[in-house]
C-alpha cells in the first residue's frame, strides 16, 4: 500500500473526503487530467453504481479503470468483450470432471470487486444479457444456484461510440443497469502535451504499478465510507428539485421516454456521494445539477424529430437542467 493509506476508520464526511483526495492523487500519477471522470467513478464507488466510460480509442479509459481498481484496494478483473465471447465465458459453468464423475463449478472473471467490461458494446446481445443480473443483484445463477458476487462488486465498462462495424449497441435494460455514463472526450493542449511527453517515453504505459500508483484503500475502508455517505442529509427542497427535475424529462417534445423513478432515487443517491467527496453531510442542488447529465444522457431516448434535426442529448438535457428552478 502506499504512503498514504487510509488505514484508520472513515466515521466523517471529512474522512471520506480525504480518502478521495488520496485516490484522485494516486490515479494523477498515471492519468493525465480526466478530473471529471475520475469524479464520476468515485460517486459511482461510494453509491454503490456502476459506471459507463464512452470516447474514442487512446483516451485512457482502459489506463483510467485499471489505476481506479488499484487504488482502491479491490478484487480486480477485467473482460475484453469480443464478436465470440459466450456467457458461460463470464460468469463460469459447472463442468464434468471425469475422474471423479462430479461437476465442478468453475467461477469466470466476473467473479470479483471491480470489474473492467471493456469494449462492452463489442459482444452480441445475448453475452451482454450475462451482466444483467449480476449488475442489479449482484449474484449469478448457474444451473439454478444462486451465488452471490459481494456487496462492493462494480462494472466500469468501457465502449468506443465511433465504430459502427462489429459493435452491438446495448440494450435500454443493459445501460439502465449503469448509474452513470460518462463521456471521456480529447485532452487539453496541454494536456495531451504532458501526455506526450511521460507516456511516449515509456515502456509500460497501461501498467498503473510502473507509474507508482499503490492502493490507498481497501474494502473496510470502502465500506465504511458508504456507510457514511448513507448518513448524508437529503432536504426536503433538495427532494422536490430531483422529483422535479426527473418529471421533467417527460412530455418533453424531444425525447421520446423520459426518465424512470428509479433514476430520481440513484441521482439522490449520488447526489449524497458527491456531497460527501467533497467533505460535506447535506446535499447541495449543485450536486445534483453536476452529475444530473451523466447520470440522464443514457436513459433518455430522442424523438425521431429531433434526431431529425440533429439534436444531441445533452443538449436536450442542459435545457432541461436550466428549466427546472433550484431551491436556494
Known amino acids: ?141 448457474i444451473d439454478g444456484e444462486s451465488l452471490s458476487l459481494g ?37 487539453s493542449a496541454a494536456e495531451e502535451r504532458r501526455i506526450i511527453a511521460t507516456h511516449g517515453a515509456h515502456g509500460h504505459a497501461m501498467e498503473p504499478a510502473e507509474w507508482g500508483v499503490a492502493a490507498v484503500a481497501n474494502a473496510a475502508a470502502i465500506a465504511d465510507a458508504i456507510t457514511v455517505v448513507g448518513q448524508v442529509r437529503l432536504v426536503d427542497e433538495v427532494i422536490d428539485y430531483i422529483a422535479a427535475l426527473i418529471r421533467g424529462t417527460r412530455g418533453v417534445a424531444d425525447l421520446q421516454s423520459g426518465a424512470s423513478p428509479r433514476a430520481g432515487a440513484m441521482l439522490a443517491g449520488a447526489a449524497r456521494a458527491r456531497a460527501a467527496i467533497d467533505g460535506r453531510d447535506f446535499v447541495i442542488p449543485d450536486d445534483v445539477k453536476a452529475l444530473a447529465p451523466a447520470l440522464l444522457r443514457h436513459r433518455l431516448i430522442l424523438s425521431p424529430a429531433a434526431e431529425i434535426d440533429g439534436r444531441a442529448i445533452e443538449d436536450v438535457v442542459a435545457s432541461i437542467i436550466e428549466t427546472i428552478e433550484a431551491p436556494r
Open 151 to 187: 456487496e462492493r462488486f462494480m462494472v466500469v465498462a468501457t465502449q468506443n461510440p465511433i465504430e459502427q462495424q462489429g459493435v452491438y449497441p446495448l440494450p435500454e435494460a443493459q445501460l439502465d443497469r449503469f448509474l452513470f455514463k460518462q463521456t471521456v472526450d480529447y485532452p
Open 1 to 141: 500500500m502506499g504512503e498514504d493509506t487510509v488505514t484508520g476508520a472513515i466515521t466523517t464526511v471529512e474522512d471520506v473526503a480525504a480518502l478521495a483526495q488520496a485516490i484522485r492523487g494516486e490515479i494523477g500519477k498515471a492519468v493525465v487530467g480526466q478530473e471529471q471522470t475520475v469524479e464520476v467513478l468515485l460517486v459511482g464507488l461510494f453509491a454503490g453504481g456502476h459506471v459507463l466510460l464512452e470516447g474514442p480509442p487512446g483516451t485512457a479509459k482502459t489506463l483510467l479503470a485499471r489505476s481506479f481498481a488499484r487504488v482502491i484496494g479491490l478484487d480486480f478483473g477485467r473482460i475484453q468483450f469480443t464478436p465470440d465471447l459466450m456467457p458461460g465465458d463470464i460468469i463460469g459453468a459447472n463442468l464434468f470432471n471425469f475422474q471423479t464423475s462430479t461437476f465442478t463449478l468453475t467461477r469466470g472473471p466476473i467473479f470479483t470487486d471491480l470489474l473492467l467490461a471493456d469494449e462492452i458494446n463489442r459482444t452480441p446481445p445475448k453475452t451482454q444479457a450475462a451482466l444483467l443480473e449480476a449488475m442489479q443483484e449482484r449474484t449469478v445463477t
